[in-house]
T-cell receptor, first 115, second 111 residues
Framework: GAVVSQHPSWVICKSGTSVKIECRSL??????MFWYRQFPKQSLMLMAT?????????EQGVEKDKFLINHASLTLSTLTVTSAHPEDSSFYIC???????????FGSGTRLTVV | GDSVTQMEGPVTLSEEAFLTINCTYT??????LFWYVQYPGEGLQLLLK?????DKGSNKGFEATYRKETTSFHLEKGSVQVSDSAVYFC??????????FGTGTRLTVIP
């Protein structure tokens, strides 16, 4: 079946540093990938839609300069949290839709802790 | 706008108990409805779905029926197991890229 692989699964970083999270479609091509953020005890909120070869589309309230998204190939999208702060600590999940008969397929998520 | 309202929980049940997690929705048009499950330390997995009114989605003993008249998609299982302990998310999709989630319900099943 279609698989979305996300790395790392967890990361701890210091305030002020940047962290990159990778999302790969392993056996299909994804022109579009989605990045979600999940706060504790809350739902997933769509942050942005990543488009291969063009700029990402950000949801209202999401800082473009803080959450840099790059979708340089049909199988890889990256989310970079720049100048991370403790309030950026969260669970980040990516997803893609492998094809018309598939639903959203999610990566395993990345738990970011900023100290 | 489109939204999903889900029973908050947490829910704690004994093994073999009956489970219901309520989910209602607000949507324009005719959404598809989903239940996702998130096991500890893992990402979301699709549990079941229904794409039109009166459809029943089912998987792993879980069921949910798309009720347009009550705008509901309640999740049920007749006999839960410890391995069902997870967070369950109700979601709706109205367009190609519009997937809206409920807040999630944490289920803990005790032996």
């Amino acid at each position: 079946g279609a698989v979305v692989s996300q790395h790392p699964s967890w990361v701890i970083c210091k305030s002020g540093t940047s962290v990159k999270i990778e999302c790969r479609s392993l056996d299909f091509q994804a022109t579009t990938m989605f990045w979600y953020r999940q706060f504790p005890k809350q739902s997933l909120m769509l942050m942005a839609t990543s488009n291969e070869g063009s700029k990402a589309t950000y949801e209202q309230g999401v800082e473009k300069d803080k959450f840099l998204i790059n979708h340089a190939s049909l199988t890889l999208s990256t989310l970079t949290v720049t100048s991370a702060h403790p309030e950026d600590s969260s669970f980040y999940i990516c997803s893609a839709v492998p094809g018309p008969t598939y639903g959203y397929t999610f990566g395993s998520g990345t738990r970011l802790t900023v100290v | 706008g489109d939204s999903v309202t889900q029973m908050e929980g947490p829910v704690t049940l004994s093994e073999e108990a009956f489970l219901t997690i309520n989910c209602t929705y607000t949507a324009t048009g005719y959404p598809s409805l989903f239940w996702y499950v998130q096991y500890p330390g893992e990402g979301l997995q699709l549990l079941l779905k229904a794409t039109k009114a009166d459809d029943k989605g089912s998987n792993k003993g879980f069921e949910a029926t798309y009720r347009k008249e009550t705008t509901s998609f309640h999740l049920e299982k007749g006999s839960v197991q410890v391995s069902d302990s997870a967070v369950y998310f109700c979601a709706l999709q109205t367009g190609a890229n519009n997937l809206f989630f409920g807040t999630g319900t944490r289920l803990t099943v005790i032996p």
